[in-house]
């Protein structure tokens, strides 16, 4: 089954770069999600990646994946005090309806 | 904003009450998932609807009772809850499976207090 893991807490100051980081075990064709998640909301879909890439750019977002150690990696760059949130990373095996979420990361931005 | 919408947004209930949990979305989508998440907590897959017919239950207590009236709704309904099932309940949906990543779309969720 999967297993997805995730650090606890981030602490940046506004205007530099956030990373958060994740790794997941399954080893069959996957898409990786990055959620976030705001107090007393829903998740947020960031972005995503399908495992046979390296990496994707959105905006001030970029993911990075190194699928020999399986390690998947949220960079935020510029961050923002509305960039505060839970981040969730998240995998979805290929034709599989169950996805499984790590931990969750707390980024806090401070002015 | 979400494509998802919950109703309530806020649910109090005794342990003897009997309410339902409401989601709507329009974009088509022919998945739809109910997830539990606890404070500080990953959420929780409870119940997955493909196609409206119930695809998977993650051995949820027969208290909570899914339903999918059509493409488009899903249902939750709560009957002799208790105090630990307090909680955000959030309801999400996905194009079926391989359609480009079928990401899921969250709704806002109903935070529910079981009194």
């Known amino acids: 089954g999967e297993d997805v893991e995730q650090s606890l807490f981030l602490s940046v100051r506004e205007g530099d770069s956030s990373v958060i980081n994740c790794t997941y075990t399954?080893?069959?064709?996957?898409?990786l999600y990055w959620y976030k998640q705001e107090p007393g909301a829903g998740l947020q879909l960031l972005t995503y990646?399908?495992?046979?890439?390296d990496m994707k750019q959105d905006q001030r977002l970029t993911v990075l994946l190194n699928k020999k150690d399986k390690h998947l990696s949220l960079r935020i760059a510029d961050t923002q005090t509305g960039d505060s949130a839970i981040y969730f990373c998240a995998e979805r095996p290929y034709g599989n309806n169950r996805l499984a979420f790590g931990k969750g990361n707390q980024v806090v931005v401070i002015p | 904003d979400t494509e998802v919408t919950q109703t309530p947004k806020h649910l109090v209930m005794g342990m003897t009450n009997k309410k339902s949990l409401k989601c709507e979305q329009h974009?088509?989508?022919?998945?739809m998932y109910w997830y539990k998440q606890k404070a500080k907590k990953p959420p929780e897959l409870m119940f997955v609807?493909?196609?409206?017919?119930?695809?998977i239950n993650e051995s949820v207590p027969s208290r909570f009772s899914p339903e999918c009236p059509n493409s488009s709704l899903l249902n939750l309904h709560l009957h002799a809850l208790q105090p630990e099932d307090s909680a955000l309940y959030l309801c999400a949906s996905s194009q079926e499976e391989a359609v480009e990543g079928s990401p899921l779309h969250f709704g806002n969720g109903t935070r529910l207090t079981v009194t």
């Open positions: 990646i399908f495992s046979n890439m």
């Open positions: 399954d080893s069959s064709s996957t898409y």
């Open positions: 609807y493909s196609y409206e017919k119930l695809s």
């Open positions: 974009m088509g989508h022919r998945a």
